[in-house]
């Protein structure tokens, strides 16, 4: 993880010479030490000034009532959009608000609750080959089954994006299909991280324009120029396949995966949804994987917390070996399961998976009455402000799930319905505001797939918990400040998440 030193200056002129990490963790820091009235300027190695937005009401303006004041920089863009999609992630003012107001109801958490069922069952069977595993491994020579916990997660949740999200069929991930094992090599090698990619980074800030940079003769960039257009076939055959299956008598018109809801409301051509399908590839499974990572990292570290959640999934729900159940999974999980629930919200406030992201003034305008030339460079810090004590309490920086459980039970609130959203927040977690938690973000350009997220981690990690018993590997893990983690949109250890797994026989 790259450490750059930056002089930092609060907007009253105090200057302090701090370490910043792009991971957003030492930004933590910032928000508490560094007085400021929401804005926090700094520059960076590279002497570019940035600005960083702490405060609720500055955090407000940036993402909701300014929102498309503030675009994607430049440099983001043309760094993502070849293997992100030039998709909703990456579009701005009126083309981003046609492409949500059009994929918005496929998000819909009535929607998602339909997907409950297929997401059980991939959860379920990537489970039960764990399980083999680790009986395996018992027998041989009864000792707990290690694995590195992330590249699993990373796994399960292609398939689940794979099946959910394009409604391809379960069968064709089980035998590992062409398609899908391509894709799968293909995201290993993209995000692995490798010393080109530095060079290609600084060739795109100072040297080249960026028509260039795809003929820059490195073989990383030549190995992401063929990935970016195997994923581009790969996604037109599924939108053909899906068309046609659609169009077909036999068609089960009733699926309810992202691709099918978004082709039946229409609104894209063939070449605009396949950059929305890699958008929802990239932006939905590294992220969810990430959050996967951390939760089995944070209960490893706390076995009573672990218990705990284990006796509550085993109450309320089936085992993944149990064949077909008929129960309402999406009222069980939502309704009836308060810890499950808050250990989701706990690690994804404390560990948020996209722990930095940025902005641009893309006009002269201001934020908390301070004048903001277009152009400025903004730094949104998920990873601190989520943590900032004047917003969560002394236990800011504390793993705590109760906090979610001591408030009266909320109401399941559709995240995207912005309105009730902030409404149910404001009580949540006893925090003043609803931008105290930023692992979504918020307004316009909130995640459009946070409810299928966050029901997915509920799943995989209900499935996982209530049948194994997780533990570190390496107890020097233990302290997750000296965790090397990986540069990029979203931070897990550089070199995994080794746990150890025991088989808890009853479920
Ligand atoms: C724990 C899991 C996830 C986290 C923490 C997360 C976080 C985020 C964040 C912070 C953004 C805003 C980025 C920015 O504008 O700078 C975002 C946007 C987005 N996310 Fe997620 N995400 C997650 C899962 C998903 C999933 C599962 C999907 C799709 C199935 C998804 C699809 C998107 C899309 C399409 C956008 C762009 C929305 C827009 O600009 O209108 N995300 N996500």
Redo the contacts with the bound molecule.
Sequence with gaps: MALFNLTMLNVSGLTALIQINMAGISLKNVVDKVKNNGLVRYRTVINAERIIVTTPEALAEVLTTKSYQFK?PDIVVTALKPIAGDG??LAEGDQ?KTQ?RTLLPAFAYRHIKELYGLMWEISSDAVTSLTEAVSAASKIDRQPYITDISTWASKVTLDI?FVA?MGQSVDSVRDQDAKYRTLQSIYKTVFTQQRQDLIMFILRIWVLPRWALPYVPLKRNIELGKAAKTLRDICRQLIRQKKSDLESELADKTEKD?LTVSLSYGGFTEDELIEQLL??LV??HE??AT?LTWAVYVLSKNPDMQTRLRDEIRTHLRSPSSPNGTEDLATVIDNNMPYLHAVCQEV?RYF???PI?FREAAVNTSISGTPIPAGTQIAIV?RATNHDKSLWGDDARVFNPDRYLSQAKQPHVDPLDEVAHVENSKKNAGTRSNYATL???HG???????S??KS??AILLATLVGRFEFALADESMRDETKLKLRRGATNRPINGMNVKITLIEGW
């Design positions: 994607k909703i992630l981003h949500r994006i999200g992202i958008t929802f932006a939905g992220t969810t959050a994804l948020a998976p996209v992201t998920p692992t979504f973000l316009p350009r909130s995640c459009i797939g946070q299928f997220s997915e981690l």
